[in-house]
């Protein structure tokens, strides 16, 4: 029997979200398409319970599972050269952080981290999140034109002296420039702690610095650029391995499944493929096609552009704010989030800027003619003021000529 037989509710649910994925376009950074192997590697393999600390297994019938994490440990390692020790077992990035902080950090330790109005993430400070509870943390800023200080951030480290500096974020248009955080770390006595969960995909193919051999310790999730499922990894020097290892479990976690570590593995062989070269040089070109024809229409973007996979769009003196335009464009299939730019004169609920990717997009199939048409659509529903119900049956028609992976069409 199958769900819509056994559960019509439930069903519908999940068959409407299937057609609303398959009309529209996902222009949310963080989001993206994994492989029918990928999925069908975390559906597949079977739900048993093998909390292990790699030496001792907790429960019988762990036959097959030890050998699915060392693979997921031994193709992850090869996908960062210079990189000692990984952990494969973190069920998110907010967890895989908390991991390495506790790892290498005790309470109240400094954390020198980008603020989170500035393209930061929660789990690198936020007042309400456990990093900003069990933490002192001290944020370095984006200038007034989206870029990186790098004076700015070695004279606060010098003076604050954090135990440990984070370079990363999720909202960045930027690179983070390893080479100098690592000395910056080193002159000033402070861990260096990368995350590169949005841009991972970048690092893997070159087209981003890679945090290593500079960075004490890294956190990258796996459901982004890496085009995995759901899931995080945990990287650090060999000298702290069982540290990391305790951390993650029993520290914070108890039970990563085999399912998680299975889908895991194959996402990483996939990412050694040259095919996933030419998707992130697709990725890159289409991100860059989006900010031109962008340009070219009259916005204007943090940082005047891009240097990832992302761009913001800053609306300050436009008749719109950031929860206005996502809402427009939502409704003519069109997701991409609002986001707060640098001083942003308003809170994160509304904000000044909307956050486009195009890591979805790509997988998808689309080129730098359809990122082209995207910017038009956009300028027509936030700058023309057309109506969305116009934009979604073109947003739809192209939508439907390019079918999700793994959903079918
Ligand atoms: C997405 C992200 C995370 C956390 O990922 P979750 O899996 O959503 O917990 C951590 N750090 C950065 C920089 C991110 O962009």
Redesign the pocket.
Known sequence: MSLKHTDPQAYALLERECRFRAESFDLVP?DNHPSPSVLEAERMYPLFYSENDGRNFYYPGCVTVKEVEELAKARALALFPGAEHVNVKPT????G?EAVYRALLRNGDTILSLGLADGG?L?HGLKWNYSGQDYKIVSYEVTSDGRLDYDQIRELALREKPKMIIA???SCPFQFDFATFGAIAKESGALLHA?I??FVGLVITGHHPSPFPFADSMMT?V??TLKGQ?G?IAFCRASEARNLDRSVFPGVMAHATGAQLLAKAVAFAEAAQPSFKTYIDRVVENIQALASEFLACGFKLVAGGTKTHLLILDLRGMSMNGKEGEAKLEAAGLLANKQLVPKDPNPPTITSGIRFGSPAVTARGLGPDDMRAIARWVKRLLLDGEDPARVREEVKALALRHPVPGLGS
């Not at 998110?92 to 967890?95: A, V």
């Open positions: 963080s998110d990035g907010t967890r952080n993430h789990s990363g974020g999720s995350d969960s949005h999730t459901q982004k759901k995080a």
